[in-house]
């Protein structure tokens, strides 16, 4: 598969970059000056408790809503004024929170619709006899990468809730992202889908990077390497998942001073799980 962006080489952007983005609904502060930068191979989370501002900030950076300020910069070209569909060519995938799939196509035809879209720019299942293999080797590549190589010729009606998050994510990288944008993937998910998701995250090529809203704490703190906080808005921590999980003052706001210490899970679940 082709690896459409790699910035290890020196002085090479990050796929990522958000700058001091902002967005207000009348006078509620939805998204509040909040900054990040995701590198090749990197996974940030984006914590922080209902209300916080997470799914809006998402909705800035892919361009389903327009920042009242800051920058979107992917791949060392400024986004900020494209709509979302421009932001999906440049690199930018994502997935929602509520599961968003074909019921009547299989496994196959929603990886090779992605994969269509972002380099013919048309959803169209109609391609030639050369292309269909092209097309079909990389959708089973896909498949095997994401735990569904046994249901590729499967309807997506017939998958299980995990098995339908599992093919958003094959869906996602098969648009050849730079980036990947998670909202809450593990919602929904039994213990054993989220054991499985976790590690499928973990096991994402190198080259793309990864940024996720999770409410699952054990599953964001597993899978980070990066960790974010947000509350009403603005950053009010950032870190590695340990020092994140050592702080007091995310202890108060993201679970409640009363009972943060026992709710918060160890940064350490599941470490030996995670890539070198």
Known sequence: MQVPYDDRSRGAPSPLRVETLSRSFGGLRAVDDVSFEVAVGERLAVLGPNGAGKS????????DLKADS??????????????????VRRGLARTYQTSSVFAG???SEHFILARRGTETHRLSLRYSRTEHHRMREAAEQIAARVGLGHRI?????????GERRQLEVG??????PVAILLDEPAAGLSAS????LTELLLGLDEYVALVLVEHDME????????VIVLESGRTISSGTPEEIEADPLVRAVYLGEQHGAQALPSANSHRNNRRD
């Open 56 to 63: 809006t900030l998402f909705n800035l950076v892919c361009g």
């Open 70 to 87: 800051g920058r979107v910069v992917l791949a060392g070209e400024d986004v900020t004024a494209l709509p979302l569909h421009h932001r």
């Open 105 to 107: 196509l299989t496994v």
């Open 153 to 161: 010729d499967e309807v997506a009606d017939v998958l299980s809730h």
């Open 171 to 176: 869906m996602a990288l098969a648009a050849n």
């Open 193 to 196: 889908e989220r054991s499985l």
């Open 219 to 226: 599953v964001a703190l597993t899978v980070a390497d990066r």
